[in-house]
């Protein structure tokens, strides 16, 4: 069990993160002239434009924040909802709740192939008795009768479930 006092300071770290990011996000929406996005607006985006090239600042904010956003997600969601959300197919992330692609299909779909895998691999009773300071991939993988790349692949998805695993 990880301490509470690192807990919040995960959260504390994510939530500097999230703000420092959208503050660069919106200065650089602003020095291109850019209206904020919103989901009430139903006219394309000026950045959802294909032909559009993003300031470097522009991109790696962006990134930041759905990275950071999934980790929020991972953190704050109970992992039993969000594991029944991407088996049903519904969509859990936050940019794209509502706006369903072949993408996040794929995403979806991929995620509960790899939590199916995983399951059924036992992998987290062995994590659980590896303790806090989790597994490698290498010994997982000998353990469980999987290829250490194959389960690495299947384990980036339900990663989030565990905190103790190492790569």
């Known amino acids: 069990m990880t301490d509470p006092s690192t807990r919040r300071s995960e959260l504390s770290a994510l939530r500097e993160l999230i703000n420092t990011s959208l503050d660069i996000y919106q200065a650089e929406l602003d020095k291109e002239g850019f209206p904020e996005p919103g989901l009430k607006d139903p006219t394309p985006h000026p950045t959802d434009d294909p032909t559009f090239l993003p300031s470097r600042e522009l991109f790696e904010s962006r990134q930041r924040l759905v990275g950071a956003l999934g980790m929020m997600l991972s953190i704050i969601q109970f992992p039993g909802e969000r594991a029944m959300m991407l088996s049903l197919g519904v ?23 790899s939590l199916s895998v995983v399951v059924k691999a036992d992998v987290a009773r062995i994590l659980v008795e590896a303790g806090p300071k989790g597994m490698p991939v290498d010994e997982l993988g000998k353990r469980v009768g999987v290829h250490p790349l194959k389960l690495s692949e299947h384990l980036r998805s339900p990663m989030t479930y565990s905190h103790s695993l190492k790569r």
């Open 91 to 113: 969509c859990v992330e936050l940019f794209s709740c509502g706006y369903g692609t072949d993408i996040e299909t794929f995403y979806q779909h991929h995620a509960s192939s």
